[in-house]
């Protein structure tokens, strides 16, 4: 096994892969930024080395300096965690050059997944039902409007480096499309660096279904049930559950044996999630593969009873996978709610600042996945999620009683949060009776 492994990350996903790798006997490196010098997880780690001021260019994406901590540590191995440089075909490059292990997906499975419009038709070749839409990339709005009208408004405008909701545009009507082409691509560009577009028919009322995948080097390839992650706020997700109260063990079984073909179709190797809209008839479509382990994973591994940051770093020195998919049982029901520093009285504006008081919720089938603590202040400089509230029940009902139960006893004081919003969809009435889709929190939490 490693020895040493660098975590080219911050916050509560840096202490995720901190806290599995001592539970391995692996040491750890951590690195941050001069804003994160007081962060959790520096003190947590064996060692930690400074990587660059607070901007996330000069620090976290500074793929040069990340390369050469591992070099100076002796680190064996960098593992990205999720956002940043978790799907970076660079970093992937760079690792292979200078003999460290990247804990995450080749070179090869970034660039071919990664690009939207290439995962689509690596898909169909596979024979994955994909949700109708460009065959090709374009930055050309005219040419994708063409296609907008071939398959039919609704259509959603997509950027190919997407993520995290970015350069998206859903279009009801063909007279906005030009105009929001021009919004999305040039969002695309900003965030991505790549202005490449492409258009999909807008499945109406959906679920976002996610499969997560495990595939070793010794083409082993398992799918350890679905997460639904229909609860969104402008396309970022807000509150996730495993499984889907929808879905029975026929369909589980076809969507899963569906998602391992997808897959194997790309050689995959490492954990990630295959992504499906669910539409009403129950009908499902391949919209995306994410080539990273997802914020929300710890509901699959109450579900499950397997640590995915554990796995993945075996997978990652080459080890078999223990159990095979007649291993895999379902059991009983997770929820996670994001807990976000975020003012959502005030358009949902993050709310960094200091924490001056701060209780987490303990209990039977609770767990909280966290870097903040009391006395911590809250930067302005990245992402507003600053943990992860999970909890376990036997059934749904059970699940959404105890995170009701979990929520009232939190307390995080100096600072605005979302915990009481998340309270509203926990009360909702169409919630409680699992009458949810991807618009839910548009059309029924923001009147």
Known sequence: MFKKILIANRGEIALRIIRACKELGIKTVAVYSEIDEDSLHVHMADEAICIGPAISSKSYLNIKNIISAAMITKSE????G???LSESIQLAKMCKENGIKLIGPREE????????AEARKTMIKAGVPVVPGSKDATNDPYKALEVAKEIGFPVMIKAVSGGGGRGMRLVYDEKDFINFFIMAKSESKAAFDDDSMYVEKYIEEPR???????????????HL?????SLQRRNQKVLEEAPCSLIDD????EMGDTAIKAAKAVGYVSAGTIEFLLDKHKNYYFIE???RIQVEHPITEYITGIDLIKEQIKIAYGEKLKFTQEDIKINGHAIECRINAEDTNNNFAPSPGMITDYFIPGGNGIRMDSHIYSGYKIPSTYDSMIGKL????????EAICRMKRALDEMVIIGIHTNIDFQREILNHEKFLKNEIDTSFIGKEMMK
């Open 109 to 116: 499975h970034i660039k071919r997944m990664g690009d939207k």
């Open 250 to 253: 026929t369909l589980r079984k």
């Open 208 to 222: 976002h279904i996610e499969f997560q995948i495990l595939a070793d080097e010794h083409k082993n390839v398992i």
């Open 390 to 397: 999970i909890v376990w029940g036997k059934d749904r009902q």
């Open 82 to 84: 999720y956002g940043f």
């Open 77 to 80: 191995a960098i593992h990205p």
């Open 225 to 229: 049930g679905e997460r639904d992650c």
């Open 289 to 291: 593969m994410n080539t």
